[in-house]
């Protein structure tokens, strides 16, 4: 644009200083903003002017790092058409090249070790630029100028097929067996960007029922792989906001019903009408399932773990762990440095879409503050733990950990941790944590506060849920909302455990203004497997008989026994913790209506519950709303009668499921209306991990939209507990007085 001057990275951003004629800086500055490099993201532009200086040419200028700066690390995004053209060009260097990239895509996030984000501080240190790559890196002109994982076939990393723990074939042949084995029936394990993946043939139901007993997974689902659109369409119903999220840069895992002929097993999500599935996201994968796969290929590609465990990352980590998993393993040597699941995502209200799992392709990519936050870190929850790191603008929610049960994932956990703040350079001054005692995440939270002589915040978990909406709406949290925070469970300040929540909240605190009425959870924990003791402990709360259960009218002996054992629980409160959860109601909800009596994940009596829904019933289950303290008290007896004379009546399952639903999404506008017209509080955040439930989620914005309400609902977090650790931030920052105004 014959403009002079220079650029420089700094720990704000960018920086430039230009001189030229007047019609060239204008165009310049909008260039800035419509001509970006993919993966750049302008938060903001602030111009002043100066007097020329009188620069003879335009100058990259290097960056000095600072220490205490930071700057922000891309998430690992899917190869970009560009390279994809080289990919399959077989007049291009890299043709066939499984680990192409350029400045627009490729791995980020999970190969950096340190910063600077230069090579020698990621994983592709190992492997020294050829001539020909040296050439392109430093030319400000190319597309690779720059690029740090750029590599090609003479330099960068190998492919090569293991059996056994010996290598067998190495690049273009180790492709061709993959897929032959897995057209084959056979189970492999392929390494990726953020972790291995276990795969087979999607369409071969012998191959899933192995890959299932082997992995020690009963029903939870397997995510599937598909080369494009097309293919999916094939096999799912995709609409038109589907297919742009599913052919996103971040590439998640969308939820999708299958279509009634569709060839994919059953097997892959039993009880579900859905399918989790991907795109190729890496160009090992676009060969892998390009022209050697049969048209329409579909692989289940799904975290190569046992069942609790983290996903796989180091070879020989692959190689012992899975050893008993895989027939074969698709190795390379591009060592992975951080843990990253595949992200996923569903398409909710008005076509949005709503992040279930943040990891690949979204994590670490900051939530703007609407306040600047001091140094701080949230430990998260147990569940689906993520945790949050803020200074700044910026909070850095981290990529899914998993649940947090056992010594492998608190390593994770804590090895993340560490690689985070040294990658964003926090050194927390507050640190905040859930409330229950028993939690790791809570645990590892107080330990390093003690150490560290920090102030250490407990955080009500279902406040947490909805800041965490607030902030992921760019709320400044000056006015409360009416947060409905519905899900399975989360400590609460009476010491019982909460999920059917209404709270009256902002960043600074809340009033617990309604909840669903508390029962006893006949067996504590076991009641979250067994969810038939839910359905009985419902009904004896709701003094309705038991002898009308079908499924206990045809129990076996010991399950009729084992019946009675939960009444005398019920009877003597014995064993029996008191719950106010909006999820143990769907999943009694489910059990009592025949769905299943036990689970072997968590939601999934909901899950199936969701799928039997009929889009075409209008009616709705009631709910009594008493008012008791100045709390109002959310009672489903006359719900659970209703649904019992529907049982009774043999009204189709669908019927009954929707009933339900639209039952709840009633009661929360109801309330939320109710609640409205007390405090003048006009806007409702909906969180918590009942809120995954998109018919759930749809039915109640149209009923809080009806009432005239406005609705809150997250964008960049997801609504389970992979999103609390961002409204334990906030809410940290403001108990400590830290956020200053801006
Ligand atoms: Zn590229
Ligand atoms: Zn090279
Ligand atoms: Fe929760």
């Not at 870190?377 to 993520?386: H, R, S």
């Not at 049960?405 to 690689?419: G, I, K, M, P």
């Not at 997250?714 to 940290?732: E, F, M, S």
Request: hydrophobic share 45%.
């Amino acid at each position: 644009m014959k403009l002079r001057g220079w650029v420089k990275n700094t720990a704000a951003g960018v920086e430039i200083e230009v001189e030229g004629q007047a019609d060239d800086l204008q165009a310049f500055f909008q260039a800035l903003r419509q001509e970006s490099p993919p993966l750049a993201r302008v938060d903001g532009i602030t111009a002043t002017a100066h007097p020329p200086r009188g620069y003879a040419d335009f100058a990259i200028q290097h960056s000095q790092s600072q220490p205490g700066d930071f700057i922000p690390i891309s998430p690992d995004v899917a190869i970009c058409p560009d390279c994809l053209d080289e990919l399959f060009d077989p007049a291009d260097r890299r043709y066939r090249y499984p680990f192409i990239n350029c400045t627009n895509c490729g791995p980020r996030f999970t190969i950096i070790e340190g910063i600077p984000y230069d090579r020698p501080q990621t994983t592709m240190k190992s492997f020294p630029l050829c001539a020909a790559c040296a050439a392109e890196y430093h030319d400000p002109r190319d597309r690779r100028f720059h690029a740090q994982p750029v590599a090609c076939a003479d330099c960068g990393p190998r492919l090569w097929l293991e059996v056994g723990g010996q290598e067998v074939l190495s690049g273009e042949a180790a492709l061709l067996e993959t897929q032959r084995r897995i057209a084959g029936g056979e189970i492999l394990a392929i390494k990726g960007l953020g972790g291995f993946h276990l795969a087979c043939d999607a369409t071969n139901p012998a191959a899933v029922a192995e890959l299932r007993r082997r992995k020690l997974r009963v029903d939870k689902p397997f995510a599937l792989m598909m080369l494009d659109a097309a293919a999916v369409a094939a096999q799912c119903l995709l609409s038109d906001e589907e297919q742009a999220l599913l052919e996103s840069r971040a590439r998640p895992i969308v939820i999708l019903r299958r279509r009634m002929d569709s060839r994919l097993c059953a097997a892959l999500s039993p009880g579900q009408d859905t399918a989790g599935v991907m795109l190729p996201y890496t160009p090992l994968h676009y060969l892998l399932l390009h022209d050697a796969a049969r048209p329409g290929a579909a692989w289940v590609m799904t975290s190569a773990n046992l069942s609790e465990e983290p996903i796989a990352t180091h070879n020989e980590e692959a190689r012992q762990r899975l050893g008993g998993i895989a027939d074969a393993f698709l190795m390379h040597n591009r060592a992975i440095r951080t843990r990253c699941d595949d992200s996923v995502a569903r398409l909710a209200e008005a076509g949005r879409p709503l992040l279930l799992r943040r990891g690949r392709g979204y994590a670490p990519q900051p939530v703007r503050l609407p306040f600047e936050a001091a140094p701080v870190l949230a430990a998260g929850a147990e569940l689906k733990n993520t945790f949050c790191l803020g200074r700044g603008r910026y909070a850095f929610l981290s990529q899914h950990i998993g649940d947090l049960e056992n010594d492998e994932t608190l390593q994770a956990y804590e090895d993340s941790v560490a690689h985070l703040e040294a990658l964003f350079r926090v050194q927390p001054e507050v640190i905040a944590h859930d409330l229950h005692p028993d939690y790791l995440a809570t645990r590892y939270a107080l330990e390093r506060a003690a150490r560290q002589g920090l102030p250490a915040v407990g955080v009500q978990h279902h406040h947490a849920h909805i800041a965490a909406c607030m902030a992921d709406n760019g709320l400044d949290g000056k006015r409360a909302v009416i947060g409905v925070a519905f899900d399975g469970v989360g400590y609460g300040e009476d010491g019982l455990s909460w999920g059917g929540e209404f709270l009256l909240a902002d960043y600074r605190g809340f009033r617990r203004a309604a909840h669903l009425a508390y029962i006893p959870l006949p067996g504590g924990d076991l009641a979250r497997r067994e969810v038939w003791r839910l359905a009985l402990a419902w009904l004896w709360q709701c003094g309705l008989p038991w002898e009308e259960v079908a499924w206990l009218q045809t129990a076996s002996p010991q399950q009729a026994q084992a019946a009675q054992v939960v009444r005398r629980q019920l009877e003597k409160r014995l064993n029996a913790p008191l719950s106010s959860s909006m999820g143990r109601l769907f999943d009694a909800a489910a059990a009592l209506a025949g769905v299943r009596q036990a689970v072997n994940y968590e939601g999934q009596a909901a899950i199936e519950f969701e799928a039997l829904v009929d889009p075409e019933e209008t009616g709705a289950y009631p709910f009594a709303v008493a008012q008791q303290e100045g709390m109002l008290i959310l009672d489903p007896a006359a719900l659970f009668g209703e649904m019992l004379a529907d049982l009774r009546a043999r009204r189709a399952a669908g019927v009954i499921a929707a009933r339900f639903h639209n039952g709840v999404a009633e009661m929360v506008a109801q309330v939320a209306g109710r609640l409205r017209d007390e405090h003048g509080i006009e806007q409702v955040a909906l969180s918590g991990g009942v809120w995954q439930n998109a018919t759930l989620l749809n039915k109640t914005v149209a009923c809080l939209q009806r009432a005239g309400l406005g609705v809150l609902l997250h964008r960049q977090v997801p609504p389970n507990d992979g999103g609390v650790a961002l409204g334990q931030a906030v809410i940290a920052l403001h108990a400590q007085g830290r956020p200053a105004e801006g």
